[in-house]
T-cell receptor, first 112, second 113 residues
Framework: DQQVKQNSPSLSVQEGRISILNCDYTNSMFDYFLWYKKYPAEGPTFLISISSIKDKNEDGRFTVFLNKSAKHLSLHIVPSQPGDSAVYFCAASAGNNNDMRFGAGTRLTVKP | NAGVTQTPKFRVLKTGQSMTLLCAQDMNHEYMYWYRQDPGMGLRLIHYSVGEGTTAKGEVPDGYNVSRLKKQNFLLGLESAAPSQTSVYFC????????????FGPGTRLLVL
């Protein structure tokens, strides 16, 4: 069963606009959430994370929002740049359960 | 620092053949992980290790074995490869625990015919 879902396989935005990537989860035991970015032929690299005790975390152009009641998180990129074009994976862990689950990824294309 | 490296980068196997994928990290991390990535499935955890000499099963362990004889190395073995094991395999490491950033290797593309 897919406990972490990214329902949009792809997203295309114009340079300078906002990119919003969404992620839903089903396991209420998840208490830590991460976003990873992946370029072709490379391994994923960490982007930003959020603990379940927070509802927002910001790092430069990247902000992650967590809505625990809806079991939903989103990644906002403002402003979007062509170099942001990549596949973005949402991941969730339940620390005490020694487990990490990833979503299927969303391919973001930022057009100049 | 090389970070996390994986060997080989690409391999073609015939059904029934065996092989070992090597992962090495030079960051002195305690935790190491093996994932597979398949289209539409994201990354799925195969096995992981919380320290030298320890291993544990992840979400999809069947058909794979692992060993962590040295802290810096984590080996993934396929004893009898099957076409269903065609995938891209990623190794990762983290300093301690599941709430820390994982550092990934570049991946190994495996094709089983």
């Amino acid at each position: 069963d897919q406990q972490v879902k990214q329902n949009s396989p792809s997203l295309s935005v114009q340079e300078g606009r906002i990119s919003i990537l969404n992620c839903d989860y089903t396991n209420s035991m998840f208490d830590y959430f991460l976003w990873y970015k992946k370029y072709p032929a490379e391994g994923p690299t960490f982007l930003i994370s959020i603990s379940s005790i927070k509802d927002k975390n910001e790092d430069g152009r990247f902000t992650v929002f967590l809505n625990k009641s809806a079991k939903h998180l989103s990644l906002h990129i403002v402003p979007s740049q062509p170099g942001d074009s990549a596949v973005y994976f949402c991941a969730a862990s339940a620390g005490n359960n020694n487990d990490m689950r990833f979503g299927a990824g969303t391919r973001l294309t930022v057009k100049p | 620092n090389a970070g996390v490296t994986q060997t080989p980068k690409f391999r073609v196997l015939k059904t029934g053949q065996s092989m070992t994928l090597l992962c090495a990290q030079d960051m002195n991390h305690e935790y190491m992980y093996w994932y597979r990535q398949d289209p539409g499935m994201g990354l799925r955890l195969i096995h992981y290790s919380v320290g030298e000499g320890t291993t544990a099963k992840g979400e999809v362990p069947d058909g794979y074995n692992v060993s962590r004889l040295k802290k810096q190395n984590f080996l993934l073995g396929l004893e009898s490869a099957a076409p269903s094991q065609t995938s891209v395999y990623f190794c990762a490491s983290s300093p301690q625990g599941w709430t820390e950033t994982q550092y990934f290797g570049p991946g190994t593309r495996l094709l089983v015919l």
